[in-house]
């Protein structure tokens, strides 16, 4: 096979899942955010993982996400949808059960007119300025939330990656502020980074994402996915040859070059080139010249015997440190991860 193998660890992610619950109180629960097709590793096969282990709330970020999942994890399971409401929404939000969470007074208006009794959640904007009521807004909506079915208010944090900054006590503050006359209903600010930060942050429910599949700002995570490509051809270079599109590299002295079947295409970043290593066992192989759509050269010079298979992701290299190389963060090497990998679920 001269696909790359990609192979994602459900055990991982339920562990990680039960780690990051049991930092917050029992009374706390703990979702799971599966945007993005799970951060690009699968929706399906992840939620009917978590969903096994004890997970009863989701959050996806369209209806087209949330009918999916419904239609995997079953009827029980609350889903949330992060990106609001629209009306050609409607059926799909019905029809699979889902809970917008409304955004802005055109948003709220929008849903009173079509399905007004249908369960919703507030999303409050404590300083991101992204999404969610300002706070004039907020207050200018109490006379009518009574008629809302609410069963949740969100705020989201903007630096809660890092500990020291003092946006988190801020924001916090200001959640506390914007949400007092609103303490009736259950409340959630704290995704990964939040529940890193502490009890005051928790709240009613938290809404771990990246930190399920082994990423920054979750250090204690267990890796979750292993890249492999395989090696298509070795070939000897002399000094004075170049390698790759646009001579980007040029060979001093005697090299051997393997060249790995993944590229860009695959969503690892031309960026990589001549920046990142990637693996034969724990021994690292620099990327030479410029990553191309479906290939990528890297020097095994050193190697005392060259492997079939070359680690990208896995026990060598994390996704976070592969994302540095490429001036980059883990949530888009993940998300990027390209469909043409042969995928392989293992554990669950």
């Known amino acids: 096979?001269?696909?790359?193998?990609?192979?994602?660890?459900?055990?991982?992610?339920?562990?990680n899942w039960r780690a990051l619950d049991a930092l917050s109180a029992p009374n706390v629960e703990t979702s799971a955010v599966l945007k993005a097709d799970a951060y690009g590793l699968g929706a399906v096969p992840i939620g009917n993982a978590v969903a096994s282990a004890g997970v009863k709330t989701f959050f996806v970020a369209l209806a087209e996400?949330?009918?999916?999942?419904?239609?995997?994890i079953g009827p029980d399971p609350r889903i949330f949808l992060l990106n609001g409401y629209i009306p050609s929404d409607r059926d799909l939000i019905v029809n699979n059960t889902l809970i917008p969470i409304l955004c802005s007074p055109e948003q709220i208006a929008r849903f009173r007119e079509s399905i007004p009794s249908h369960p919703c959640a507030l999303q409050i904007d404590i300083g991101m300025n992204r999404m969610g009521l300002?706070?004039?807004?907020?207050?200018?909506l109490f006379p009518i939330l009574p008629t809302l079915n609410i069963q949740l208010i969100l705020g989201h944090l903007s630096c809660s990656d890092d500990?020291?900054?003092?946006?988190?006590?801020?924001?916090?503050?200001?959640?506390h502020a914007l949400t007092t006359l609103l303490a009736l209903y259950p409340r959630s600010l704290a995704a990964t980074g939040g529940i890193l930060l502490?009890?005051?942050?928790?709240?009613?429910?938290?809404r771990p994402g990246i930190g399920l599949f082994g990423g920054h700002p979750f250090a204690k995570a267990n890796p979750v996915v292993t890249l492999t490509a395989?090696?298509?051809?070795?070939?000897?270079?002399?000094?004075?040859?170049?390698?790759?599109?646009?001579?980007a590299f040029t060979a001093t002295q005697p090299m051997r070059i393997a060249t790995i079947a993944a590229g860009y295409a695959d969503g690892l970043p031309r960026a990589l080139g001549g920046k990142a290593n990637f693996y034969a066992g724990n021994i690292p192989c620099p990327i030479i010249g410029?990553?191309?759509?479906?290939?990528?050269?890297?020097?095994?010079?050193?190697?005392?015997?060259?492997?079939?298979?070359?680690?990208?992701?896995?026990?060598?290299?994390?996704?976070?440190?592969?994302?540095?190389?490429?001036?980059?963060?883990?949530?888009?090497?993940?998300?990027s991860l390209g469909t043409r990998f042969d995928r392989h679920y293992k554990g669950g």
């Open 290 to 335: 410029r990553v191309s759509m479906d290939l990528i050269t890297l020097d095994v010079t050193h190697l005392h015997k060259v492997p079939d298979q070359i680690e990208i992701l896995g026990p060598s290299q994390s996704i976070d440190q592969l994302a540095a190389a490429a001036g980059t963060v883990g949530y888009e090497i993940l998300t």
């Open 134 to 140: 300002k706070p004039l807004e907020l207050a200018s």
């Open 1 to 15: 096979m001269t696909r790359a193998r990609l192979t994602i660890d459900l055990d991982a992610i339920i562990a």
């Open 65 to 72: 996400e949330g009918s999916d999942l419904r239609a995997a």
């Open 198 to 206: 502490g009890a005051s942050y928790h709240f009613a429910l938290t």
């Open 163 to 175: 500990p020291l900054s003092p946006f988190n006590p801020a924001q916090l503050a200001t959640f």
């Open 230 to 247: 395989p090696i298509l051809q070795i070939r000897d270079v002399l000094p004075g040859e170049s390698i790759g599109y646009g001579a």
